[in-house]
């Protein structure tokens, strides 16, 4: 992956500057590093960034230069990559199925918060690790609603199971806290709430005093017509319930945030590489590049439409377009259609936003397609 040493002031810029006619990545670090300055401050707790939403060189180092110290590694290259770039941050190994060499492995690099969701999970976890120095998280799960799509199909012990395996990881000496995940792109902050009252009960039913509750990701941002709720909406739902259910003996709080985080610092540009009719469009990318997402969390209606010049398309009446990508597979097209302005033509572009979580790390070069330069702008301007 090709990254600029040039800061463009804004994506207008950078367009009629280079008049790019392949897939291109724009990041703001001003963007990355508000976003991480409002959980660091809003959240009650610790924010340790989920890696595997983007596990850029320059997003992370950026996070750490905005104050995040902690991050959530799911394999051992993450846990490689953090150890060069930041060697004193705490990492937190949370995806709950590892082979014992990757426990081991992590053990040796200073990992010293794991986390479990069976029986199993725990049993290999302490026939690896020294449990004395060590934090076990029980991942449980609930039936909420609210998400793009559900963790707990893979991930998450039932309510009686996990408060079974809260109860044998403090007696095996390690420290036992609880994890879960609402799910990713979340938009009840109520769902935060419902897992933190189960969270009690849980740990009362262990009668364990938790050492700390991890409250997960799934931080929404924009993409529908009805928006998100902010984080601050969440931060405060889950306050609140900690406050309720917990009174003075509640845990520390960690919140592990990946797409909340960086969504918001990308754009992806694509080009227009023909129009057919009225309403089909033919990018540059697609499902197989940097838009690889679009198929599980569904469409967004945030796009933009540039001219040739970089300044927005003017003229025309809305449409509804669908967009397909530029690869020899028919099931290469997003998802919906889209209201855009019947005036976009061939050598026109557009502007994804909020493309800085998965979108990088899932793209493929099938057909030999797809995004591979990175560029920085000062600012979006959109």
């Given at each position: 992956?090709?990254?600029?040493?040039?800061?463009?002031?804004?994506?207008?810029?950078?367009?009629?500057?280079?008049?790019?006619t392949e897939p291109v990545?724009?990041?703001?670090?001003?963007?990355?590093?508000?976003?991480?300055?409002?959980?660091?401050e809003g959240f009650p707790?610790?924010?340790?960034?989920?890696?595997?939403?983007?596990p850029d060189e320059a997003?992370?180092?950026?996070?750490?230069?905005?104050?995040?110290?902690?991050?959530?590694?799911?394999?051992?290259?993450?846990?490689?990559?953090?150890?060069?770039?930041?060697?004193?941050?705490?990492?937190?190994?949370?995806?709950?199925?590892?082979?014992?060499?990757?426990?081991?492995?992590?053990?040796?690099?200073?990992?010293?918060?794991?986390?479990?969701?069976?029986?199993?999970?725990?049993?290999?976890?302490?026939?690896?690790?020294?449990?004395?120095?060590?934090?076990?998280?029980?991942?449980?799960?609930?039936?909420?609603?609210?998400?793009?799509?559900?963790?707990?199909?893979?991930?998450?012990?039932?309510?009686?199971?996990?408060?079974?395996?809260?109860?044998?990881?403090?007696?095996?000496?390690?420290?036992?806290?609880?994890?879960?995940?609402?799910?990713?792109?979340?938009?009840?902050?109520?769902?935060?709430?419902?897992?933190?009252?189960?969270?009690?009960?849980?740990?009362?039913?262990?009668?364990?005093?938790?050492?700390?509750?991890?409250?997960?990701?799934?931080?929404?941002?924009?993409?529908?017509?009805?928006?998100?709720?902010?984080?601050?909406?969440?931060?405060?739902?889950?306050?609140?319930?900690?406050?309720?259910?917990?009174?003075?003996?509640?845990?520390?709080?960690?919140?592990?945030?990946?797409?909340?985080?960086?969504?918001?610092?990308?754009?992806?540009?694509?080009?227009?590489?023909?129009?057919?009719?009225?309403?089909?469009?033919?990018?540059?990318?697609?499902?197989?590049?940097?838009?690889?997402?679009?198929?599980?969390?569904?469409?967004?209606?945030?796009?933009?439409?540039?001219?040739?010049?970089?300044?927005?398309?003017?003229?025309?009446?809305?449409?509804?377009?669908?967009?397909?990508?530029?690869?020899?597979?028919?099931?290469?097209?997003?998802?919906?259609?889209?209201?855009?302005?019947?005036?976009?033509?061939?050598?026109?572009?557009?502007?994804?936003?909020?493309?800085?979580?998965?979108?990088?790390?899932?793209?493929?070069?099938?057909?030999?397609?797809?995004?591979?330069?990175?560029?920085?702008?000062?600012?979006?301007?959109?």
């Amino acid at each position: 992956m090709r990254q600029s040493q040039a800061v463009w002031p804004d994506i207008g810029a950078y367009v009629a500057a280079r008049a790019p006619t392949e897939p291109v990545w724009l990041f703001s670090p001003r963007v990355l590093h508000e976003t991480a300055r409002r959980y660091l401050e809003g959240f009650p707790g610790l924010v340790s960034y989920a890696v595997k939403a983007n596990p850029d060189e320059a997003v992370l180092s950026n996070l750490a230069g905005a104050g995040v110290r902690a991050f959530d590694v799911a394999s051992p290259e993450e846990i490689r990559l953090l150890r060069r770039l930041l060697p004193e941050a705490a990492l937190h190994y949370n995806n709950p199925v590892r082979s014992r060499e990757e426990l081991a492995f992590a053990a040796r690099r200073g990992v010293r918060s794991f986390a479990v969701d069976c029986s199993e999970e725990l049993d290999r976890l302490a026939a690896t690790v020294e449990p004395g120095a060590c934090e076990a998280s029980v991942r449980f799960k609930l039936p909420v609603s609210g998400a793009a799509y559900d963790f707990g199909g893979k991930f998450g012990a039932p309510p009686e199971v996990a408060a079974e395996l809260l109860r044998r990881a403090g007696a095996a000496g390690f420290r036992p806290s609880l994890i879960f995940h609402p799910g990713t792109q979340c938009t009840e902050p109520q769902a935060w709430a419902a897992h933190v009252a189960q969270a009690a009960r849980i740990a009362a039913r262990a009668g364990v005093a938790l050492h700390r509750l991890n409250v997960g990701g799934g931080f929404p941002v924009p993409r529908g017509e009805a928006g998100a709720p902010a984080p601050g909406d969440v931060f405060s739902a889950v306050a609140e319930a900690v406050a309720r259910h917990f009174g003075p003996d509640a845990p520390a709080l960690v919140c592990e945030p990946g797409r909340g985080l960086v969504a918001e610092s990308f754009v992806l540009l694509v080009r227009v590489r023909a129009r057919r009719g009225a309403q089909e469009l033919f990018l540059n990318d697609g499902i197989y590049g940097g838009l690889a997402e679009w198929r599980d969390i569904g469409p967004s209606n945030r796009l933009v439409v540039l001219g040739r010049s970089g300044r927005p398309l003017q003229g025309g009446r809305l449409r509804r377009h669908i967009l397909h990508g530029p690869t020899c597979d028919s099931i290469d097209r997003l998802p919906g259609s889209y209201l855009l302005p019947d005036s976009v033509q061939e050598g026109d572009y557009l502007v994804f936003p909020g493309q800085g979580a998965y979108s990088r790390v899932l793209a493929t070069r099938f057909n030999g397609y797809g995004p591979r330069r990175v560029e920085t702008v000062a600012r979006f301007g959109l």
